[in-house]
């Protein structure tokens, strides 16, 4: 029998609305030891006011090897395949999701994308929120207000 998921870490600890991610950041190191599968997520409450106009949220769930190395195995991009901010933004903020790990949902639903593997026992969070400069190459931090990254497992 499965035990039920908890949470093993959230950015949002001390504000339930979540968080200003602005710039690049990480979470501190993540015991993965007990767990299988995680699920992994990020929801974007208020974005940049110019937000297609070259800002840009990846969030990435990394694991760490044996040497010390941190892989990235899942990036999460809310506004990937947004053409615009939907009118019902402030009531739906946009999301993206991922479950990662053993256990997994279909992987054949395109709602629940999975990623099949082996969990190492130390996993890490990092968010690059940022907006294009005005030279080729030149990006600057952006602020995705009431943002919240959960990571899930069991």
């Known amino acids: 029998m499965f035990q039920p ?3 093993i870490w959230a950015n949002n600890l001390d ?3 979540g968080s200003t991610l602005k710039g690049t950041g990480y979470s501190p190191p993540l015991d993965l030891s007990q767990v299988s599968t995680v699920f992994f997520s990020v929801v974007v409450g208020d974005p940049p006011a110019d937000m ?3 800002a840009t949220l990846v969030v990435s769930l990394r694991v760490q ?3 010390g190395t941190w892989l990235p195995v899942a990036f999460l991009e809310p506004y990937e395949h947004q053409a615009s901010l939907p009118g019902h933004w402030q009531h739906a903020p946009v999301h993206s999701h991922v479950s990662v790990g053993l256990f997994l ?3 054949h639903n395109r709602n629940a994308p999975t990623i099949p593997m082996v969990l190492p026992p130390t996993a890490q969070i990092r968010w690059d929120a940022r907006r294009r400069g ?3 190459g030149d990006w600057r931090p952006a602020p995705f207000g009431r943002t919240v990254i959960s990571l899930y497992g069991r």
């Open 134 to 136: 005005k030279n080729p």
């Open 52 to 54: 297609f106009q070259g």
């Open 5 to 7: 998921a908890r949470r």
């Open 15 to 17: 504000d339930p609305a």
């Open 65 to 67: 090897d044996a040497g």
């Open 105 to 107: 949902p279909d992987s």
